[in-house]
């Protein structure tokens, strides 16, 4: 089934290590997203990437990194993780950067202690 | 400053009534979906709807965009509809920011 995976499901890290949280879709989408979502609240935007080559800053991109080398993946990078970095991860992915519908993956939760 | 407010924050219906959801906005918008976060977690696309009308099963939505309002109808509400619903848009000086309302939290009661 075409979509987005993310990985990992959950994961208890503790502070101070680095972490990659890991995100693939299928739909050949050129535009891809990573939100974060804390308890009770909707999404952030933290960083975005257009097309496979460039990323930019969203809302709260601090402590956060992205790359994205091809147009499948899109992984994000916690190098020293914090525990105000606890919360729900969500990747996304629309066709195009402007007017185009967003589709999101199951969430990534991360606990850091 | 740009918002995304919503209405009610919550709700409890018995099975079978119906319900309508409101997202207000601040400013023109280039996109506006409504999202379904059931109780897994999972964020599960309901419409996407900058403007107009549309209807899916017993869901619809409608948006004004003039008016800076949308809609979400649900009707003959079942226990799956239970979870959040999110209204989240793209503000027309905002790139491809989604950004997200607070969420109206559902529940109906068998």
């Known amino acids: 089934i075409a979509g987005i995976t993310q990985a990992p499901t959950s994961q208890i890290l503790a502070a101070g290590r680095r972490m990659t949280l890991r995100c693939t879709q299928d739909?050949?989408?050129?535009?891809m997203y990573w939100y974060r979502q804390d308890l009770g609240l909707g999404l952030r935007l933290i960083h975005y990437s257009n097309t496979a080559g460039t990323t930019g800053k969203g809302e709260v991109p601090d402590g956060y990194s992205v790359s994205r080398a091809n147009t499948d993946d899109f992984p994000l990078t916690l190098a020293s993780a914090v525990p105000s970095q606890t919360s729900v991860y969500f990747c996304?992915?629309?066709?195009?950067?402007?007017?185009?519908?967003?589709?999101f993956g199951q969430g990534t939760r991360l606990t850091v202690v | 400053g740009i918002q995304v407010e919503q209405s009610p924050p919550d709700l409890i219906l018995q099975e079978g009534a119906n319900s309508t959801l409101r997202c207000n906005f601040s400013?023109?918008?280039?996109?506006l979906q409504w999202f379904h976060q059931n109780p897994w977690g999972q964020l599960i696309n309901l419409f996407y709807i900058p403007s107009g009308t549309k209807q899916n099963g017993r869901l619809s939505a409608t948006t004004v965009a003039t008016e800076r309002y949308s809609l979400l109808y649900i009707s003959s509400s079942q226990t799956t509809d239970s979870g959040v619903y999110f209204c989240?848009?793209?503000?027309?000086?905002?790139?491809?920011?989604?950004?997200f309302g607070g969420g109206t939290r559902l529940m109906v009661k068998p």
């Open positions: 400013d023109s918008v280039n996109n």
């Open positions: 989240a848009v793209v503000f027309g000086n905002a790139g491809n920011m989604l950004t």
């Open positions: 739909m050949r989408h050129n535009a």
């Open positions: 996304a992915s629309s066709r195009d950067a402007r007017n185009t519908e967003a589709f």
